[in-house]
């Protein structure tokens, strides 16, 4: 299995953790958001990243080197000037040897650990050229339940909505490359023309799943993940 890490995003909204680096090296309990990636890639039998990445990228490329200390090689499509994602997707994948075999591609601000092999699975019995990963719509608000005669009967604090989201990783088919932009964003132009030419394919999973785009994203992420540690260390016990 071969992987792209988008990573090439200077995540404003994260200021001042952005100001030295770019934003998927922001921590997250001591660890940069893109190295769970890494983990959980190589952890799927991920055996070579390319990195996607621009802005400050020699912070990426001083922590993470040619990979040997993630049992993986790890490579990087640096961006002279942005491509958007569509376009460093492109950049990266004339670095990954030829095949047949898919790969998968991700947004680097994303942490997660659900199982990519029947991901893998399906895209391929599909016959699609891209499926892309849905995750479940969390309302970022409390919901408050009325009955009739305008009574308030509950409320819900972010319930999870009856919608599905784009997680933020793909499955791409090699036969995609002709249809990415050289500039630009995959989901503005190339996913749409697949969706027109149903050969776009969808693949719904429940699992953890959170995105760090925000200073309140970051604070939540580090609770969520500092008390999943810790029922796993007491489940042990």
């Not at 939540?220 to 810790?230: A, F, G, H």
């Amino acid at each position: 299995m071969r992987a792209i890490i988008l990573a090439g995003g200077k995540g404003e909204r994260l200021r001042p953790f952005t100001d030295d680096r770019p934003k998927p090296m922001v921590e997250v309990l001591g660890i940069p958001i893109i190295g769970y990636q890494i983990q959980w890639l190589q952890a799927q039998g991920c055996d070579h990243v390319v990195i996607s990445c621009g802005y400050r990228c020699e912070v990426i490329q001083g922590y993470f080197g040619n990979g040997e200390k993630w049992d993986l090689r790890i490579d990087y499509s640096v961006e002279e000037t942005p491509l958007g994602r569509g376009g460093g997707i492109k950049k990266a994948m004339r670095m990954l040897p030829d095949g047949d075999d898919p790969l998968v591609a991700t947004n680097g601000d994303i942490i997660t650990n659900f199982n990519i092999q029947p991901l893998m699975a399906s895209h391929i019995q599909s016959g699609d050229l891209a499926t892309i990963v849905l995750t479940p719509f969390v309302s970022p608000y409390g919901i408050v339940e009325i009955a009739h005669e305008c009574r308030v009967v509950g409320f819900r604090e972010k319930p999870v909505l009856p919608y599905w989201i784009n997680g933020g990783i793909y499955v791409l088919s090699r036969e995609v490359y002709g249809s990415l932009p050289d500039q630009g964003d995959h989901e503005d132009t190339t996913f749409p023309q697949l969706a027109r030419e149903g050969k776009l394919g969808a693949y719904m999973t429940e699992a953890f799943w959170r995105a760090v785009d925000t200073v309140k994203d970051l604070s939540e992420v580090n609770r969520e993940l500092e008390k999943r540690l810790i029922t796993s260390f007491l489940a042990q016990g």
